[in-house]
């Protein structure tokens, strides 16, 4: 059977968007902002995303549409019988950790969305949104049903194939969220005490910056911000024909990503100061702000109910992209059929996730790494070490393993200009050298 394709280049940058903004921008980016300082964190986010990111983001792509095949296969096509592909079994492995919680959280916002739908969350619940929310994840059913009607839909639309699905609901929805969020931003930056929420993200305290873990959160955050480290990317690119030019997609999907956080920021730290909500709230920073955003705004039931909806459809966007990473991999390897693969890691997956959501209650005790919970101690292991570390081999493999003259045919930079020296440079050594450090320091070797 000859491999799918997207049905354009616009098809691909949609879902390659899709698969970027998401939980991960809004949710993710401002808990770990909050918890790393704010500012230096993000001057050190922003510098992870333009020197490293966006150059393997690149490099990953470029690997997927040179070999047309999925994580494991690319690798093995490319350098039979060199140990590269270890970097497609870590992405496999990764995609069980990643929506393993992402489905959880995804759960949440549908919740959030079924709850501005029937009005509940229009006005504060008796004891207010965070006790509302804390009852509602430490319950050991409820959330387990909102998650697992999130993973049914991400398999239904995985099963339907690449080049239909959710791609083209993106094309109206991601805009709208664009626009939403900068209204919310305007809205935000106007409550009383906003100030102190931007100085918050703006103004950098450098003393943060002695802690090297404050430098593997921000690298971890931006792999997983860009969706980069999986193979994920690299299996969208493989999707994508021979024909199609790379680098000024990667610029814009790596851009229109960092726009989403820093926008995302500015709605939710003014909000956070503003409310004394702690910035340090860690996941649930989002799900307790931002309904008492929404209750102060006028129609604010109506924004929110608008709001929680896209971000579901955000979310949706790069689950699918998370999922199809394995669901490539064994349509071609064990010749399963795209909906038997997808029911089945889908499935498995889920109850992944069930123990992620069950340590929000009953499990709550149960640590796993250092004092992390279990989904922190998923998100962890995943973002921090798997995605910085699959970046590291793309980087390597990009920089070293193919010669000047195949990396820049692969990228489409055979005739670019100088610029090309420069991707070349930071894939060959500036972002390996700099995850290298990054992992070191955090081990307490450097
Ligand atoms: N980038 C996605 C987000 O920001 C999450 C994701 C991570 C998707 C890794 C694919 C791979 O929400
Ligand atoms: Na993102």
Known sequence: MAREKWQSKLGFMLAAMGSAVGLGNIWRFSYVAGENGGGAFLLLYLAFVLLIGIPVLLSEFSIGRQAQSDV??????????????????????????ILGFYSVVAGWSLYYFWNYLNTSFFTAPSGGYEAAFGTFITNPISPLFWHGLFMAITILVVLTGVKDGIERASKIFMPTLAVLLVLLAVYSVTLEGAGEGLKFLFQPNWSILEDPSVYLAALGQAFFSLSLGMGGMLTYGSYLSKDESLPSATVGIGLMDTFFAI?????????????????????????????SVFEQMPFGGVVGLVFFFLLCLAALSSSISILEVPVAYFMRKFGWGRTFSSAVLGALMYLLGVAASLGMGRWSDVTLIGDRDIMGSME?????????????????????HWSKAEAFEATDMASAGPIRHIWRFLVKFVAPVCIAIIFLSSVGIL
């Open 380 to 400: 962890f292991v995943a973002s921090d070490v798997f995605l910085p570390l699959g970046g590291l081999i793309i980087a390597l493999f990009v920089g070293w």
């Open 72 to 97: 494991v296969g690319s690798y093995q096509k490319l350098a039979p019988k060199k140990p590269w592909f270890i970097q497609g079994y870590m992405g496999l492995i990764c995609s069980f950790l």
């Open 263 to 291: 926008i995302a920021g500015v709605v939710i730290f003014p909000a956070v100061f503003a409310f004394n909500i702690s910035p340090e709230s860690g996941p649930n920073l989002v799900f307790i702000t931002l309904p």
